[in-house]
């Protein structure tokens, strides 16, 4: 009977990441996931440069509107970068500047109006997001230095959220060494979230041989089964390319949006503007709904690294197959 007035009250879903505030983030990944869960670890996965610390910040501020408390740890970049990240998102979103992006903030060659727009920025920030992030940068893969931070954490803030940026694979030493260390410390953070009540959700970096492929997958993590035993969700992001908005291309990606009519839902055609950047995400594991190998189906972000945001447009159907990367630079 508790189990049921459980269900009845939605206690099994997760905490959504589908806005930020009123901004749209993700809200069909979020909701087809059910959210993030406590005492589950998720992970995020894509190449390198495709953009996964901009998508971590962005659901680390969604998170956060959410009154989450969440420790960030990261291994990779200087605590200054994510804070840039909240800056450009916070100027572009709530401040309504449209001129500063991330080169031209690191220059220092801003007007005196940009810089009042960056103090309101800041403000901003520190109003709505500071008390629900703390920030910790760490200078090796250690992931005993993680377990420290979560336990100093835990009693000082009563975090709920961990986020880790990031696992690597590295294919150019022994393979069996490297994906055991992977194995070894994912089930390390997956214990941490399940001692301590925690979210976890990790971003991973793939390996480049796996470039130029249409559909991501969990194989294309070393060790592949190791990890799914432990993870709640994998979601994997690569860049759209250019052949796949070409309607005339055999990669064609069929980009829509799902709306409602009177005989029920059908997939209504959008546009994507090649001179934009996208990116195409899937869910390749979940426990509580379809992945793309059930589904054939993934979703779009528009991503625009200007104003470091990040926001879901529509769904697609890609092809299976490869892209040659020296062609489709081209």
Same mark, same amino acid.
């Not at 990441?17 to 087809?32: N, Q």
């Not at 109003?127 to 629900?132: A, G, I, L």
């Not at 893969?141 to 961990?162: A, C, Q, S």
């Given at each position: 009977?508790?189990?049921?007035?459980?269900?009845?009250?939605?206690?099994?879903?997760?905490?959504?990441?589908?806005?930020?505030?009123?901004?749209?983030?993700?809200?069909?990944?979020?909701?087809?996931?059910?959210?993030?869960?406590?005492?589950?670890?998720?992970?995020?996965?894509?190449?390198?440069?495709?953009?996964?610390?901009?998508?971590?910040?962005?659901?680390?501020?969604?998170?956060?509107?959410?009154?989450?408390?969440?420790?960030?740890?990261?291994?990779?970049?200087?605590?200054?970068?994510?804070?840039?990240?909240?800056?450009?998102?916070?100027?572009?979103?709530?401040?309504?500047?449209?001129?500063?992006?991330?080169?031209?903030?690191?220059?220092?060659?801003?007007?005196?109006?940009?810089?009042?727009?960056?103090?309101?920025?800041?403000?901003?920030?520190?109003?709505?997001?500071?008390?629900?992030?703390?920030?910790?940068?760490?200078?090796?893969?250690?992931?005993?230095?993680?377990?420290?931070?979560?336990?100093?954490?835990?009693?000082?803030?009563?975090?709920?959220?961990?986020?880790?940026?990031?696992?690597?694979?590295?294919?150019?030493?022994?393979?069996?060494?490297?994906?055991? *260390? /992977?194995?070894?410390? &994912?089930?390390?953070?997956?214990?941490?979230?399940?001692?301590? =009540? +925690? %979210?976890?959700?990790?971003? $991973?970096?793939?390996?480049?041989?796996?470039?130029?492929?249409?559909?991501? *997958? /969990?194989?294309?993590? &070393?060790?592949?089964?190791?990890?799914?035993?432990?993870?709640? =969700? +994998? %979601?994997?992001?690569?860049? $759209?390319?250019?052949?796949?908005?070409?309607?005339?291309?055999?990669?064609?990606?069929?980009?829509?949006?799902?709306?409602?009519?009177?005989?029920?839902?059908?997939?209504?055609?959008?546009?994507?503007?090649?001179?934009?950047?996208?990116?195409?995400?899937?869910?390749?594991?979940?426990?509580?709904?379809?992945?793309?190998?059930?589904?054939?189906?993934?979703?779009?972000?528009?991503?625009?690294?200007?104003?470091?945001?990040?926001?879901?447009?529509?769904?697609?159907?890609?092809?299976?197959?490869?892209?040659?990367?020296?062609?489709?630079?081209?």
């Amino acid at each position: 009977e508790e189990d049921l007035e459980d269900l009845f009250l939605g206690k099994s879903m997760g905490v959504l990441f589908d806005t930020v505030e009123d901004i749209p983030l993700m809200p069909h990944i979020s909701k087809e996931i059910l959210g993030l869960k406590k005492k589950t670890l998720s992970m995020l996965g894509a190449f390198v440069n495709v953009g996964k610390t901009t998508l971590l910040c962005n659901i680390i501020l969604s998170l956060a509107s959410k009154k989450q408390m969440i420790l960030a740890i990261t291994n990779e970049m200087q605590l200054k970068d994510f804070k840039i990240s909240f800056l450009l998102y916070i100027l572009n979103n709530f401040t309504d500047c449209k001129t500063v992006n991330k080169r031209k903030l690191k220059s220092g060659q801003l007007t005196d109006s940009e810089k009042d727009k960056i103090r309101e920025a800041r403000l901003y920030y520190n109003e709505h997001f500071s008390k629900y992030i703390k920030l910790a940068a760490i200078d090796t893969t250690d992931i005993r230095l993680v377990e420290k931070l979560v336990r100093k954490y835990t009693i000082t803030d009563n975090i709920d959220v961990l986020i880790y940026d990031t696992f690597k694979q590295n294919f150019s030493e022994s393979g069996e060494a490297t994906y055991k *260390d /992977l194995i070894r410390d &994912s089930e390390t953070i997956f214990t941490l979230c399940k001692s301590y =009540n +925690l %979210i976890g959700l990790c971003a $991973i970096q793939l390996a480049q041989q796996y470039m130029g492929n249409l559909v991501l *997958d /969990l194989s294309m993590l &070393s060790g592949a089964k190791g990890i799914n035993q432990i993870l709640e =969700n +994998l %979601i994997m992001m690569r860049t $759209i390319y250019k052949e796949e908005m070409d309607k005339e291309s055999k990669y064609y990606i069929r980009p829509y949006k799902r709306v409602k009519t009177p005989n029920g839902w059908k997939e209504e055609e959008i546009e994507l503007n090649p001179n934009n950047a996208y990116r195409c995400v899937f869910i390749s594991k979940c426990r509580d709904a379809n992945t793309f190998e059930d589904s054939n189906e993934a979703s779009i972000l528009s991503f625009n690294g200007y104003s470091g945001t990040v926001k879901e447009i529509g769904l697609c159907h890609p092809k299976r197959g490869y892209i040659n990367q020296n062609y489709s630079k081209k």
